[in-house]
Structure formats: C-alpha cells, structure tokens
C-alpha cells in the first residue's frame, strides 16, 4: 500500500511510538491500545521508524486486522488500523474516548478474608494435575471475553457450567481431590496477564519478532500444531500489582460444587518471571529481571496466603520451565515453552535463581498445603518432540524447596526412574504420574497397580499421592486428549489405587 497525503477517516484512539521498532516493543504498545478498542475500531499509530513501513503491514496481515491508510511527511509516519476489518465499523459499538490504562504502583491492600478449613488430603490420594478438556462452548466464550465481545459476568457464569461439568466427570471416576480444571484459563500460566494489573494478554504471533529467527520459530510452531494465534502471552506495561485474586475465585466457586477437597495450580514464580521477562520491558517497568522477580514474589505470597484461606487443601505451583534449563541442550530439540522464550543464564545459575524465587513465595506458609509440580512441556501428544531427561540434574535444588510435595511426571520413559526420587526430603510427600495423558491409549489396571505398588515400596503408602504426568488441556485450543480418554484415565488409577487400601 502507498502512503497517502492524509487519513480520509479519524482515528478513535491514538499513540505516538516514537523510534521504536517492531522487534523492540513497538508491537507490545499496538497490541496495549488496540486491544481495548471494539470490532471496527480505528487506531492510529505515529512512528519515525523506517522499518515499521513494512513490519506493520505484515503485522496486521498476520493478525487479521486492516492497514487503512499511511502517511509519510519529513520521516515521521502515521498508520491508520482498524481492529479487524473496516466492513466492520458500522456495525461497532461507540469507542471510549482514550484508552483505559491502570495505574502503576502497588494496589490497595485486600481485606483478609476469614479463613475457612481445608479438608485433608488422604494417603493414596488421586488427583488430576490441573487442566481439563474445555468444552468448545467454552473456548468459545473465552475467546469473545479476551476480544470484549462478552462481558465478565456472563463469562464467568458459562465458565461456572464448564467448572461443573469437569468436576462432575472427576468424581465419576473416582478421584480423592478435584480440580476445577482450569475452565477459566486460556491456559496454565498465561492467564495470569488477565487478572494482573499493569499485564496483558498478547497473542503469540506479537513476539515473533522478538526471537532471533522468526522465521524458525514460526515454523516450529506450526511442525509442533501449535495454533500461535490463540495461544496467548503475558506482556508487562507496568508495575504488577494485585488488586482482585488470581484464582482463589476458582477454589470459592470450587469448593461450592464439591465436597471433596480442592486443589489449584498457580504459576511459579521462576515460570512467571521467565515469562514475563522479555527484553522490550526493562528500560519501560523493570530495569532488571530480580526486580521484576520481587514483584511477581510479591503477587503470588498475597494470592497464596488468600487461597490457604479461601480452603485450597492444597495450592501445586508449576514449574515445568526447569526442565527446560537442564534438558534443552544439544542432545534435544528446542522446547516449546511460553517461559522458553526469554533468555536465560547458565544452567546452575537458573536453579538457584528459581530455588530462591520459591522458597521466597513458601517462606511461612504450611508446607502440609503447598506442592511443586514439574513436568517436561505437555503441548502436543506427540512424544518425540518433547524434552527428556531423569530428574538427577534437578534433584539437588528441588530437596532444597521448602514445599511439603512433589508432583512429578513418571509414567513416561523420558523422565527415568521413579528409585531416583528417594533423593527427595523424608517429609515431604511424593505425587508420581502412573498414567500418561499424552498416550491415548488407556493403561492397564495392573499396569498402573505395579507403578503404585512400587511408589509405595519406594515413599510408603502414606507419602504417596497418585495423578497422570500432567494435565489433560494445557492450552485451551489444544486439548492433550478427549474428556472422555481423560476421565477413563483418571478412574483406571482410582481402581488401582483401591486394591492399595483394602
């Protein structure tokens, strides 16, 4: 498209990007005003970068949204983008004069709530890892509430039927401790932008011009059926701070559906800050990754401490990124992780920075309730791409996390011996995964009896906690398996595991 003399249509909403590219955080502020804007509405972008002449139109190509017109005068730029297609404007509702932006700083204290009892957690007790099938009803909402086109109160009343519907099929099959299967997220850790202040959600396509190769990467994506324009990443305009909870509204509406005990996975803090980390925010919110850490510590103590009181039995946080540190050498592919794709330290340093991100978030809390799940990425069924390696690397910094359980994927061959586990604490308890939710193929009850039979000869019957070596939907568009293959999977471990306690 050529450059025009002037705009034949005024913009609703309207920044300056100054000499910012595309690579180096320009997109992340497109992506912050445009967001906001309903179907049809009109943003300009001012901009002296002479690359952006050809990385915007690329950019809205990729994007599904509509390059209108461009100005050119003395170097500096204007770009005219209408948020999906123009055809749509009439029909758009009125756009907001300027876009929202909340504040900076740290949020107002919440009231502590009145603490609640938890119910305990049973010996042999099995559980599913967290995420569950979506509905496509679901997923459908989802995608209308990230986009405006649906209000919270209705998403969160069609999420509440998904909610009921997943723990309905956990209980069918017999589990000790439900989930509310993550009904809610768009997926395991990135949800997090939506409920942070001073956070988005961007989808992934926004960030390929922040890797090296692009091109590479894209490629990958699609080799690895990777959907980039729905999977969806955090992106950092500001302090974080927390003014409404991250997900002890899932354990409320949980545990009022229930009366099992209840647990919920939360990001971990190395996840989320390896995440968050991009190297666009520093000279923006955080003018170092250990500041930006100090934050994201911060947010998850104050959502932690809310979900012990709101009755979580036990609150797993995820940190399936450390496998990344220690196993994507030159012996394996690169790993397809959202926290993968920040730069990182040498592999030692990256341990000890996330032992002490952790231990920060569980300094003082009941390590009875608290529990570290880690995993090898569980983002497509296919197990020739997925990282591999046993758990000797990590174990000597996992045995210095002061949590009170592991929940560790051991049903697959890639992660080795479950003996190796013995290096662990004596007080704390061990999950080990006795299905794999990456095989479609159901396992055999005494297939999955043996695999107890040898925890129990390992921790003992009143350590051991029994679960699939991760969940069953890590993304909400790209389900691990059907409903159904994850309900006979979790009641093939509910009957084995009964032989145990007779």
Not at 82 to 91: F, I, P, T, V, Y
Not at 179 to 206: K, W
């Amino acid at each position: 498209m050529e450059p025009v003399t002037s705009h034949s249509l005024s913009p609703d909403v309207s920044f300056d990007g100054g000499d910012l590219d595309c690579g180096n955080g320009l997109l992340l502020l497109i992506r912050r005003h445009i967001d906001p804007l309903p179907r049809g509405g009109l943003l300009e972008i001012q901009s002296r970068e002479i690359s952006v002449d050809e990385d915007l139109p690329a950019w809205c190509r990729l994007t599904g949204n509509e390059l209108v017109s461009w100005t050119r005068h003395n170097g500096q730029r204007s770009f005219l983008v209408c948020k999906g297609r123009l055809a749509e404007r009439d029909a758009a509702p009125t756009v907001p004069a300027a876009v929202s932006v909340q504040p900076s700083g740290q949020a107002t204290p919440r009231e502590r709530r009145q603490p609640v009892a938890a119910a305990p957690v049973p010996a042999l007790a099995v559980t599913g890892m967290g995420s569950w099938p979506r509905p496509r009803w679901m997923i459908d909402a989802m995608h209308a509430h990230v986009e405006g086109r649906l209000p919270e109160t209705a998403f969160h009343e069609t999420a509440d039927d998904a909610v009921r519907l997943a723990i309905s099929a956990q209980e069918k099959a017999g589990v000790d401790l439900v989930t509310d299967g993550e009904q809610r997220r768009d997926s395991y850790a990135s949800f997090v932008a939506s409920r942070l202040d001073n956070c988005q959600l961007i989808p992934l396509t926004d960030l390929l011009p922040l890797v090296d190769d692009p091109e590479a990467f894209a490629a990958e994506l699609r080799a690895l059926d990777i959907p980039a324009g729905d999977v969806r990443h955090p992106a950092v305009f500001g302090r974080l701070s927390r003014s409404r909870p991250l997900v002890a509204h899932e354990v409320d509406f949980a545990r009022s559906v229930t009366g099992k005990p209840v647990k919920v996975a939360l990001p971990g803090p190395y996840l989320l800050t390896r995440t968050m980390w991009m190297e666009c925010i520093s000279d923006r919110a955080y003018g170092s990754r250990e500041a930006l850490a100090a934050d994201v510590v911060r947010v998850l103590r104050e959502e932690l401490a809310e979900l012990l009181d709101a009755g979580a039995s036990l609150v797993q946080l995820d940190e399936p990124v450390l496998s990344e540190v220690v196993f994507s050498g030159a012996k394996n592919k690169r790993s397809f992780m959202c926290g993968a794709l920040s730069e990182s330290l040498a592999p030692d340093q990256e341990l000890d920075f996330a032992r002490d991100l952790l231990n920060a978030v569980l300094d003082g809390m009941p390590m009875d309730r608290t529990a570290l799940h880690v995993c090898r990425g569980n983002w497509t069924p296919d197990e020739s791409v997925a990282l591999s390696g046993d758990y000797a690397p990590l174990l000597p910094m996992l045995a210095q996390v002061k949590v009170g359980a592991y929940l560790l994927e051991m049903c697959t061959p890639r992660a080795g011996d479950v003996a190796m586990l013995k290096a662990l604490p004596d007080h704390a308890r061990i999950g080990i995964g006795v299905v794999n939710q990456k095989d479609q193929a159901i396992e055999t009850e005494d297939a999955v009896a043996a695999r107890i039979e040898r925890g129990i000869a390992l921790f003992g019957r009143d350590r051991l906690l029994l679960h699939p070596d991760c969940g069953f939907a890590t993304f909400a568009d790209n389900p691990i398996c059907s409903t159904q293959v994850a309900q006979d999977k979790l009641r093939v471990i509910a009957r084995a595991a009964q032989r145990f306690r007779q």
